[in-house]
């Protein structure tokens, strides 16, 4: 769903927000309501500003992106001939067969 420009304007007012952290917001796939609802009142002190809490959740996706970058990259399949294992050395039983 779209939102209109006049709610994110709003957005951006109430939030102390600049372009660019409305950028960030719709690359995330906030919505303006949500980023309002978002907004600590006095008795919320432990709550970050929205700016700090938007760029904060940027971040945690950015080193969630890395990390599964690196282990697409760790877990490179390696050579058939590698990875085969002969009928003996999967066995519990020292190489004989199962009956």
Do not use: F
């Not at 994110?8 to 906030?30: S, T, V």
């Not at 929205?50 to 760029?55: E, N, Q, S």
């Not at 970058?69 to 050395?89: G, I, M, N, S, V």
């Amino acid at each position: 769903m779209a939102y209109s420009d006049e709610l994110w304007a709003e957005a951006k007012r109430k939030c102390r927000l600049n372009m660019e952290d409305i950028a960030l917001a719709k690359r995330l796939g906030l919505n303006p309501r949500s980023l309002i609802k978002n907004i600590p009142s006095q008795s919320q002190q432990w709550k970050a500003p929205v700016k700090d809490w938007l760029h904060e959740i940027d971040m945690k996706r950015q080193k969630k992106a890395e990390q599964k970058q690196r282990r697409k990259e760790h877990a490179k399949p390696k050579p058939a001939a590698q990875t085969k294992r002969t009928e003996t050395e999967g066995n519990d039983n020292g190489g004989a067969a199962n009956i």
